[in-house]
């Protein structure tokens, strides 16, 4: 694959504009209800499965129902993947005898799965029973991501509707979705990545003799499980020698797909795409790049086309687009710097500390940009050992709230927000009260956008310094200082935005940040699922204005300009401090010396 | 037209200053604080930062007491500044109300024993008046309260309400029946009937309006309050969690942590402070703005609805044409010179006192030179519903003019016929938006009069400034479709409705409201009240019906229909000053963030420094200028907020584009320039 940093990106978005396009006319068709309606087995196929769920699609939900059944549908997500993982070791497909998980560490998980998070505190192969794995995650990998879906088209039917009490059935919503556009989408993407040697087994690990023999140390632990203590208060530790490895395998092909494609980001492996059975080849690496932001891109399209007028949907995805591109390119060029310590040593080239050699700089920088673009957390490096700053892009687009591209259905509403937002700021300046696709912005939508910007920063900041004060917060911390200071940041400003990739360095598979992240994850998600209905059905039933020469153009370059300043002025104004303490402060400190 | 004095002030008159800077001081109570929740936090933040720099003087454990005092002492003064701001907006509307006050004297009414002229009265005070008692006024009486008039015919002195000094008429019947409390019956008499409970009359409505005391929030003034707050919150969350952050950065680092005056310099200077200080005198100065153009507006509400319109109904007459038809040409009968028509048309006109009448004499004396006669054993036949003609009895000449229909009867009576040329002609000039009258001397027809309605100059480009702006007109008239259409097409109106009833006006403005669209229209009489009350904005006349002026959202003391077209401005400009100005206030925190971030942090990580991108003097000079900005900004601005932006009928996207330009880009630009100029006073001054 080429190495230059542009053509990659640029091979990239034409690849994934070319094929977002018809899915985005696809989900349009899917959603409205035009494919059930030309297929009477479809229709039947979905009645099937409401029947299932004791409900019917008769009707038309208004926005407190809508939201009902949708954290009722994910109180069950939690309640059920918790369980999984509490009893997996009386429960069948667990080849490799896992034992329950710790009380803490599955709630972190239930809430991490179900709320599109896919933080993990555990790693994998070594938690997990298969079971838990395609039953509970992988399940979960889907529902959330119809979830985001739901929400997303709930909204964008808040602003098509007019005078409509309705945003429509959740559960209809939630089975089409599921049906016919996450599945078929998986399955395919399963089997290019099961072609490129990616397992699909349900057999336990492999064991294999190694070339050589592997010498090791291990603490010794008295009868209580306590480590012994050696003269110095050092641990005393035991020479072990194998000549013998295990290797985990299971279904890892079917599970990598929703993680990509839902924007899930939880990696089978503790290693997640860096990992050579989830991400063999170069190939492998563009498909699971283009699976993230396949549906994000194309539900921008389906915006627009629901709302009538496709410039919407592309000034929406321009701006996705310019976000995106300026921060691959600062990833990108803080990177490329060497690291001026290891200059010193006479090593030349680009930092690759934490990059997989695999894929080298340029793709893993494309990766990480991309991962954290869309609520993700899928990673193919690890961003704890990027550059300060190369390390700060991905943090800093989390913290904009993934809304480039964003998480499947999450990254739509919340740009969407943030419209109503540029909106209300600027579009006073025209000499009208402020509307968005001819819904004037009130006061009650302004509470409901005004609870969603409040939510998150709340969350990151209130978490992060909750972490910094208390010594079981500080305790995970494995790097003191600035860096450990973006360690916690990264950790709760992920939980929050539901990205859920980690910065790693920081030890948060304990009861404290398993418990706070959890609760960051939850509110990060409902805190802005809820009010985002809330909007819809506020949206839904005002009348659709007329558009005239005296409307603000929302479909144009100014527009474009001034929902990226939006993003950058209220979505990054609250962290630029804790940012300067973090990455920033590394930078200068790195460059200019100590 | 002669305005009240009170009317056009000047934007700081030292007799405002006076009362406001009193005022603003009275406001820094956290009562007077509380209900503008930006300043609040920035009124806690000086108490906070006062009450530091006051212990830091007895105690030397605590750091910098000059600094954390100078600190409180502007953030002192950016409260002020905002009290300043809203006490000078509010104080305008002080004096118009003193004004009006004076108007609104107790009288005594003659209040009738029963509801007819002639019955004996007994002396009421006037604010004893209730609903549905009868009064008698009389020549130099003052109206005691609003009421209908029920019976007699008055001249009306209503300069106390109007600032317009030329009496009008008020008689029973009809639109002109309302008469206002405070106003003065010049001649003869007129009994009214009270419609306003004491104290809530249009006069007390009026008071209170302009004095903003019931002046309550406007929907889109609380959205972007909510906004404000929200944005508050988020600094505030940002600011607090600073601390624990920079304890732990600090810790590690092994420097010192940022102290907590620098975190209230750096909320204040985030939270929007800027807008949040003018957001209400710019709701006011609006309110004012629109009675400057003698619009009283009933709320807030009504002005930031009447940004909103995008479809104007504008009645024809006196709006788009000029208050009657008039006569633009004369066109003879076969074998008659256009001298003899003009001649006779002339002496048949010159008793007619009505303004086609009028016209007529006119057009005679500009074309021929006719000039009037006196007239002697003239006698004078008035139009007539029934015979639908006028003219002239002199000795043996019998001159009519009227509809070609009656005329056409009319010689056909005598034995006379109308000539074809004439008939077609009749037809051409209807045909073309006209109308024509015909005029006959006896059985004999001389010729035909084209009367034309006049559009006024300069509103067809009105128009089209409007429609660039995206705002459609649309013209309602009484006339059949074809006169109709000629004149919307002279005016250069987007649709007009013809032979319009008050049933088809309601009905339109439900269509247009169902189609998207935001109506206003002007009205006056009784049958215009349901339409009134149906469209988004509604100008009533002052001259009109107490029903109209009651279903109307506001009044047109000057009773000028083009007002509308103001209306629409004043509402345009409010908005866009609310606008420009929060952008301008949010873009400011940027440079603010460039300042204060490493300044805050110096002690800890020096090598912040290098996002010092202004070279500040020194971190507390840095600090402190933001302060100063952040203050002396909010003064810089308080013309603006009143006078409002400058407004250009332009599309929706060029004003974006341009105010963006001036107030996005501005603002984030204006404030790295002052800062950097405080800074460089403050480092003169050796106080940084």
Known sequence: MNADPWFQMALYLVVLLLLAWPLGRWIDGVLSGRLSRRWRWVDKTEGMFLRLAGTNANEDMPWWRYAFAIIVFNLIGVLVVYALQRLQQWLPVNPTQMGAVSPDSSFNTAVSFTTNTNWQGYGGETTMSHLTQMAGLAVQNFLSAATGIVVAIALIRGFARGRAEGLGNAWLDLVRTTLWILLPLSCVIALILASQGVPQTLAGSATIRTLQATHYQVPLKDASGHAMLDARGAPRMQEMTTTTQRIALGPVASQEAIKELGTNGGGFFNANSAHPFENPSPLTNFVEMLAIFLIPAALVFTFGRMVGDRRQGIAVLAAMTILFVALYAGGVVAQSQPNPLIAHLGVSGPSMEGIETRFGTVASMLFATITTSASCGAVNAMHDSLMPLAGGAPLFLIQLGEVVFGGVGSGLYGMLIFAVLAVFIAGLMIGRTPEYLGKKIGMYEMKMVAITILAVPLLVLAGTAIAVLAQAGRAGVLNPGAHGFSEMLYAFSSAANNNGSAFAGLSVDTPFYNVLLAIAMWFGRFLIIVPVLALAGGLARKPRLAVSAGTMPTHGPLFVILLIGAVLLVGALNYVPALALGPVVEHLMLFHGH | ?688
């Open chain 2, 1 to 688: 037209m002669s305005h009240a004095s009170t009317r056009a002030l000047p934007m700081f008159d030292a007799a405002l200053l006076k009362p406001a800077l009193a005022e603003s001081i009275k406001r820094l109570s956290p009562r007077a604080q509380w209900s503008n929740p930006v300043m609040f936090v920035v009124w806690i933040g000086s108490v906070l930062t006062t009450v530091l720099g006051l212990t830091a003087l007895h105690d030397h454990r605590l750091p910098a007491p000059a600094f954390t005092l100078a600190v409180a002492a502007w953030l002192w003064l950016t409260v002020w500044f905002a009290n300043l701001a809203e006490a000078l907006a509010e104080g305008r509307g002080k004096a118009q109300a003193a004004a009006l006050r004076s108007a609104k004297k107790r009288v005594y009414a003659k209040q009738l024993q029963e509801p007819r002229h002639g019955s004996s009265w007994l002396p009421v005070p006037s604010d004893e008046l209730i609903t549905g008692r009868v009064v008698l006024v009389e020549a130099g009486d003052t109206v005691p309260a609003d009421g209908e008039v029920i019976e007699g015919v008055a001249s009306v002195d209503e300069s106390a309400i109007t600032g317009e000094s030329a009496p009008v008429i008020r008689e029973s019947g009809g639109d002109r029946s309302a008469v206002t409390g405070g106003t003065r019956v010049l001649s003869d008499w007129i009994v009214v009937r009270v419609t306003a409970k004491p104290g809530e009359a249009f006069l007390d409505r009026m008071i209170a309006m302009v004095e903003g005391a019931k002046r309550s929030r406007t929907p889109n003034e609380i959205a972007l309050t909510i906004l404000l707050v929200a944005l508050t919150l988020v600094f505030l969350v940002v600011c607090v969690t600073l601390l624990p952050f920079s304890l732990y950065s600090a810790q590690a680092a092994g420097g010192g942590a940022v102290s907590v005056p620098v975190l209230v310099a750096l909320l204040v200077c985030l939270i929007p402070t800027t807008i949040g200080a003018l957001l209400s005198a710019i709701g006011i100065a609006g309110m004012s703005r629109m009675l400057r153009a003698n619009v009283l507006a009933m709320s807030g509400r009504a002005v930031e609805a009447a940004g909103d319109v995008d479809v104007l109904l504008l009645d024809k007459t006196g709006t788009i044409t000029l208050g009657n038809r008039q006569a633009t040409a004369f066109h003879p009968a076969p074998g008659v010179t256009a001298q003899q028509l003009a001649e006779a048309a002339q002496l048949s006109s010159l008793p007619d006192e009505t303004p086609e009448g009028r016209s007529i004499v006119v057009l005679a004396k500009q074309q021929y030179n006719l000039r009037g006669r006196e007239l002697h054993d003239v006698h004078f036949v008035p139009f007539s519903a029934r015979t639908r003609m006028s003219g002239v009895d002199d000795g043996a000449r019998h001159i009519r003019k009227g509809a070609a229909e009656a005329i056409a009867s009319h010689v056909a009576e005598q034995g006379g016929r109308m000539p074809d040329a004439v008939r077609e002609r009749v037809g051409n000039i209807a045909r073309a938006g006209g109308t024509p009258l015909v005029v006959a001397d006896g059985a004999r027809v001389l010729g035909t009069i084209e009367l034309k309605d006049i559009v006024k100059g300069g509103i067809k480009e009105r128009f089209g400034e409007l429609r660039r702006m995206g705002i459609r007109t649309v013209m309602i008239t009484g006339d059949n479709p074809l006169t109709a259409a000629a004149i919307a097409a002279e005016a250069g109106v987007d649709d007009f409705l013809a032979e319009a009833t008050p049933e088809d006006k309601l009905a339109l403005i439900r269509q247009h409201q169902s189609e998207g669209h935001l109506v206003a229209m002007t009205g006056d009489g009784t049958n215009d009240a349901p339409a009134l009350a149906q469209a988004d904005v509604a100008v009533a006349m002052n001259s009109g019906t107490s029903a109209a002026k009651e279903a109307g959202n506001m009044v047109d003391l000057d009773s000028n229909p083009t007002k509308l077209l103001e209306v629409v401005e004043v509402g345009k400009q409010m908005l866009m000053t609310r606008g420009s100005l929060t952008t301008f206030s949010i873009a400011n925190d940027v440079a603010k963030y460039f300042a204060i971030i490493p300044a805050a942090f110096a002690a800890t990580y020096p090598q912040l420094r290098a996002l010092d991108v202004m070279h500040l003097h020194s971190p507390q000079s840095a600090i402190l200028s933001a302060v100063v900005f952040n203050a002396l900004i909010i003064v810089l601005l308080i013309p603006l907020a009143l006078k409002g932006v400058a407004y250009r009928a332009r599309p929706a996207a060029q004003l974006l584009r341009r105010n963006l330009l001036v107030y996005g880009l501005g603002g984030l630009v204006a404030p790295f320039l002052g800062i950097k100029l405080i800074d460089l006073a403050l480092t003169a001054l050796h106080l940084g």
